[in-house]
């Protein structure tokens, strides 16, 4: 039987990309997924109004499946909102695919193939395995994410080209078996979801893709960034130590 996949997609007041990104999906690999879940968090703007319309005139419109958080949730916590529909509609893999148009709608197939090669239990696209620099991503962000990632594999014994890619695919399987509703409601989610997935021993995969920081790219501002960087160091440290809160 043919696995079910599950396209997860979080917005935040993403009115200028998200009609764009879902367009943008290959329709050659429609076939192989049976829903498309976006997770709205409190967008102030018509992101809403313009998924509704296209819902309503496209022919993705019957897999598109709304949800509109009631209150600000966080990063993290749509994560957990999607992760959880998920886990009860019995879907056997979990794309995460941003709004903004940062990663690549088009890598989808490579990252669905990966994950059923290795029988894997999480696969994310790096960038920083390709040339991140062509896509715009700043010198700044770049060594922070080098340095990070650096602490992490020493930390975690792993050999990871970067732990912050914001594009993964889940083995509903290994969700369903990991603690991931204790984690942050905060950026740096992405992060303890990876240690959780090491520390439980699951087969993690990555696939090389091309970066795009444009003008409409929702990254983290310099403050949430720095605070960013100090929770890492502290989820790194309480790792070392063998004590960590959500697991």
């Known amino acids: 039987m043919k696995p079910r996949l599950l396209i997860y997609i979080p917005t935040r007041n993403s009115s200028n990309t998200i009609i764009s990104v879902l367009k943008r999906i290959p329709k050659n690999f429609m076939s192989y997924i049976d829903k498309i879940l976006i997770v709205d968090n409190c967008s102030i703007d018509d992101t809403i109004k313009k998924i509704r319309e296209y819902k309503n005139t496209s022919k993705l419109g019957k897999r598109i499946a709304i949800i509109k958080n009631k209150k600000d949730r966080g990063y993290g916590g749509s994560q957990k909102v999607g992760y959880r529909y998920g886990i009860d509609n019995k879907y056997d893999y979990v794309v995460m695919l941003h709004s903004d148009g940062q990663y690549p709608p088009e890598y989808i197939p490579p990252l669905y193939k990966k994950i059923q090669t290795i029988n894997g239990d999480l696969v994310f696209g790096s960038r920083i395995a390709g040339e991140p620099f062509k896509g715009k991503m700043s010198v700044v962000r770049y060594g922070g994410n080098r340095v990070l990632t650096l602490l992490e594999n020493i930390a975690l014994g792993t050999k990871l080209s970067e732990f912050h890619s914001g594009f993964r695919i889940f083995n509903v399987r290994s969700l369903k078996a990991i603690p991931f509703e204790r984690c942050t409601n905060n950026y740096y989610f992405d ?36 605070s960013y960087s100090l929770n890492i160091l502290k989820e790194i440290l309480l790792y070392i130590l063998r004590f960590s809160p959500y697991s």
């Open 191 to 226: 992060s303890q979801i990876m240690f959780l997935h090491v520390r439980n021993k699951r087969k993690i995969g990555e696939i090389v893709i091309p970066t795009n920081y444009g003008k409409e790219s929702q990254s983290p501002s310099w403050i949430e960034l720095i």
